[in-house]
C-alpha cells in the first residue's frame, strides 16, 4: 500500500522569503513518481513540480525545488521568493505502476504581505 | 497550452437523481482520470481508462458509478443515483503514453446533493 503523509495542515510565510513545505511517503515499490500540486481558492489542481525517484538530481521549476532524500522516503518542496499568487493548499503525491495518484492531506500556505 | 476542461463547473442535484459530468482531456492524450475531494479531504482516486476500459478502479467507485468515452473528445462520469455523500469536487484528470505518470488535471465540477 501506499501512503502520503503532509504533517503541516498550515504554513505561513512573508512575502519575498523561503518556505518548505514537508512530505514523507511509503511504497514497496522501486519505480515511482512524486508530485507537488497546487490547489488556490479556484480549487482547481495545478502541477508544480514532478521528481523520478530513479533520479538522483533534485528538481527544480523556476522558484519551485524539492529536496527528494530518497532512504528517507522524503519530499519537501521548496518555494523561493514567495509571491502572493503562491497562497494556496499544497498536495503532495505520489504514483506508482498502478498509475492512479496517492494524495496528502494538504498543506494550507498562506503568504504574508 | 492544451488543458483539461469541465463542465458544469457546480451541480446541484436532488438525491436519488442522476447526474453526468462531462470532461474534455488533452487532445492527445489517452489516459484518463476521475478523481474526487469532499470538502476539506484529500483527493481520492475513482477510476482510470485506457483504450475504451477501465483500468483500475477504487473501492469507492461502486455500481451507482460509471464512466464512458462517448465519442473522440469526451470522457464522462455517471452517477446513477446520487447520495448525499456524493457532494464532493469531482476532478477529471488525463495524461499522455510518453508520461503516462504525469496527470494533469480539470478545473473540477462542484457537485452538491441535496
Known amino acids: 500500500a501506499q501512503t502520503v503523509t503532509q504533517s503541516q495542515p498550515e504554513m505561513s510565510v512573508q512575502e519575498a522569503e523561503t518556505v518548505t513545505l514537508s512530505c514523507t511517503y511509503d511504497t514497496s515499490e522501486s519505480d515511482y513518481y512524486l508530485f507537488w500540486y497546487k490547489q488556490p481558492p479556484s480549487r482547481q489542481m495545478i502541477l508544480v513540480i514532478r521528481?523520478?525517484?530513479?533520479?538522483?538530481q533534485n528538481a527544480t521549476e523556476n522558484r519551485f525545488s524539492v529536496n527528494f532524500q530518497k532512504a528517507a522516503k522524503s519530499f519537501s518542496l521548496k518555494i523561493s521568493d514567495s509571491q502572493l499568487g503562491d497562497a494556496a493548499m499544497y498536495f503532495c503525491a505520489l504514483i506508482t505502476g498502478a498509475n492512479n495518484l496517492f494524495f496528502g492531506t494538504g498543506t494550507r500556505l498562506t503568504v504574508i504581505p | 497550452e492544451p488543458e483539461v476542461t469541465q463542465t458544469p463547473s457546480h451541480q446541484v442535484t436532488q438525491m436519488g437523481q442522476e447526474v453526468i459530468l462531462r470532461c474534455v482531456p488533452i487532445s492527445n492524450h489517452l489516459y484518463f482520470y476521475w478523481y474526487r475531494q469532499i470538502l476539506g479531504q484529500k483527493v481520492e482516486f475513482l477510476v482510470s481508462f485506457y483504450n475504451n476500459e477501465i483500468s483500475e478502479k477504487s473501492e469507492i467507485f461502486d455500481d451507482q458509478f460509471s464512466v464512458e468515452r462517448p465519442d473522440g473528445s469526451n470522457f464522462t462520469l455517471k452517477i446513477r443515483s446520487t447520495k448525499l455523500e456524493d457532494s464532493a469536487m469531482y476532478f477529471c484528470?488525463?495524461?499522455?503514453?510518453?508520461?503516462?505518470?504525469?496527470?494533469?488535471f480539470g478545473p473540477g465540477t462542484r457537485l452538491l446533493v441535496l
Open positions: 484528470a488525463s495524461s499522455d503514453s510518453l508520461e503516462q505518470e504525469t496527470q494533469y
Open positions: 521528481q523520478e525517484a530513479y533520479k538522483q
